[in-house]
């Protein structure tokens, strides 16, 4: 991914004919990513001083890969939007904005790559404005002002009142104006939103104003001259707040908060095929019927195993087949949690559903390579205990980490490795249940690791679910009856699963 970091310099009046360079800005570098919603941006701030009469900005961009440089990452062009006073409102992907969306202008600038793993770029502009804005606006004319309290409900989120309201009084002539004040860097990270009702029959109109300018705005209301509005006054019902999205991104979007140093704002991510600003642009939107497939596919596909679980219970492997019921259990619901759109079912939180599925899935892995190495009843309780104390602590760290499941293989590949001995001689056992189990775990972690996509993530992860059951029921290792002699019969010692050598019975009458 490429990484992107910038400065720019100013040059302050000093008289009619000197200007002097007085201020150089940079910020470190980020990391980008492919656009897909206004989550994926990356923004810098920059504090422009009073009397700038120029500004440059100068952008690098480079490739970087692991501890190296990525010659290898395709040059993909990277867009630059600038706007004074407030984030840019973008629109890379040409999605329908929600209606009555007032749209602000940007400054547009596209990186091409000039050299295998580095590019620069630079742009000027004139008398740019003041990063703080100072200027006021008093009307002149004796007009009706109609003064506005402004009440701060948490971040991004602000009600304004209008004393003697929320009905405004508009006459035909003279217009009622509101003065409405954001403060900077507060509240240009949020949406604008007017919401006005005539004489209370008439449906409500809104006005959306996404990330506005941190200057005071004023609303005016007037009347028409018209002839049946000429000779009496209306009453319009009205109500301007701050919030963090347009309509909380609506039913298929989730509204979350971004942090650019000390600069806050929001945005919508949306899900189920919808795009946009609000998550209204439903022209790739996924249907319910895929929806619900989607989720059944992923939940149901767990079922596969409920027949490792069976096999377990039989083998008087109780441990294991505890840990198996745990994971179907957590998958099933996290996964029926997870999904977009409306086909979700959420028994509990999110985070905890995921955390118990990720676990769940590594304890599996690990019981089932433990019963496998045969090792005695001591040994392999301390073995499970330190196994699920170590994957607790992994999975908090890094729960997409792919070591987190290549770690436990290869400590418990080596742990058998030793007691080779300890297994079945019959070829039979080795043809139609280990070299089985062993290709379709293989498979499956390397579906895990080189397909699944987020593309294809319903269909490839639905199909490492039943691949990692299935690979669970062939390697299981079968119950020895043998080992348990309680009735003293002279036996050798077998891999750590003789319980009584000598037993002495007592009769008690």
């Known amino acids: 991914r490429p990484d992107v970091c910038g400065g720019f310099v100013v040059s302050l009046r000093k008289d009619k004919d000197e200007e ?39 952008l690098v961009a480079f490739k970087e890969r692991g501890s190296g440089l990525g010659e290898a990452c395709p040059d993909h062009p990277i867009s630059v939007y600038l706007r004074p006073g407030a984030p840019p409102v973008i629109n890379p992907l040409q999605t329908d904005f929600p209606p009555y969306t007032l749209v602000p202008g940007v400054i547009s600038l596209r990186l091409e790559w000039n050299s295998p793993n580095k590019t620069n770029s630079s742009f000027n502009v004139s008398n740019p404005l003041p990063g703080d804005c100072n200027s006021s606006v008093n009307p002149e004319l ?21 004393f003697f309201g929320p009905n405004v009084t508009v006459r ?55 002839t049946h509005c000429s000779n009496y006054s209306a009453q319009v019902l009205l109500h301007a707040y701050l919030s963090p999205c347009i309509a909380d991104c609506g039913i298929y979007g989730e509204c979350r908060l971004m942090r650019s140093y000390s600069y806050v704002l929001a945005a919508c991510r949306c899900r189920a095929g919808w795009n946009g600003w609000g ?22 596909s767990n079922l596969m195993f409920v027949p490792p679980i069976v096999i377990a219970l039989r083998s008087c492997l109780y441990m294991e087949s505890a840990v198996y019921a745990f994971n179907m259990f957590f998958s099933t619901f996290y996964h029926a949690c997870d999904q977009p759109g409306v086909a979700v079912l959420c028994i509990m939180d999110y985070d905890v559903l995921q ?103 319903y269909y490839t992860h639905a199909l490492w679910h039943i691949l990692i059951a299935g690979s669970v029921s062939f390697l299981l290792p079968p119950h020895d009856a043998r080992s348990i002699n309680i009735h003293g019969a002279a036996g050798r010692k077998r891999c750590g699963y003789q319980l009584c050598q000598k037993t002495i019975l007592y009769c008690i009458t």
């Open 279 to 300: 998550c209204t642009d439903g022209t790739k939107a996924l249907s319910y019927a895929q929806q619900l497939l989607r989720t059944m596919l992923l939940t149901l």
């Open 142 to 162: 004796c007009v009706p002002f109609r003064p506005t309290l402004r009440n701060d409900l948490d971040t991004l989120s602000t009600q304004f009142y209008i």
């Open 355 to 457: 955390y118990c599925d990720f676990f769940g899935s590594l304890m599996s892995v690990w019981v089932t390579l433990i019963a496998m190495a045969r090792l005695k009843n001591t040994t392999k309780e301390i073995m499970y205990l330190l196994g699920a104390l170590v994957l607790a602590m992994v999975v908090q760290l890094d729960r997409w980490g792919l070591w987190n499941l290549l770690g436990p293989c290869l400590f418990a590949l080596i742990l058998m490795s030793r007691r080779h001995s300890c297994y079945p001689p019959s070829w039979r056992r080795w043809v139609f249940f280990l070299l089985p189990g062993c290709s379709i775990a293989i498979t499956a972690v390397l579906l895990y690791a080189l397909v699944e996509t987020t593309a294809n993530y």
């Open 20 to 58: 002097a360079m007085v201020e150089f800005y940079t910020q470190g570098p980020q990391k980008l990513s492919f656009f897909h919603f206004y989550t994926s941006v990356q923004l810098f701030h920059f504090q422009l001083p009073q009397d700038t009469t120029l500004a440059l900005w100068s």
């Open 172 to 226: 035909a002539k003279v217009p009622t104006i509101l003065a409405l004040t954001l403060i900077p860097h507060m509240d240009s990270g949020a949406v604008f939103t007017f919401e006005m009702q005539l004489n209370v029959l008439h449906h409500p109109f809104w006005c959306f104003i996404p990330f506005p300018f941190f200057m005071p705005h004023f609303m005016c209301l007037l009347c028409r001259q018209l």
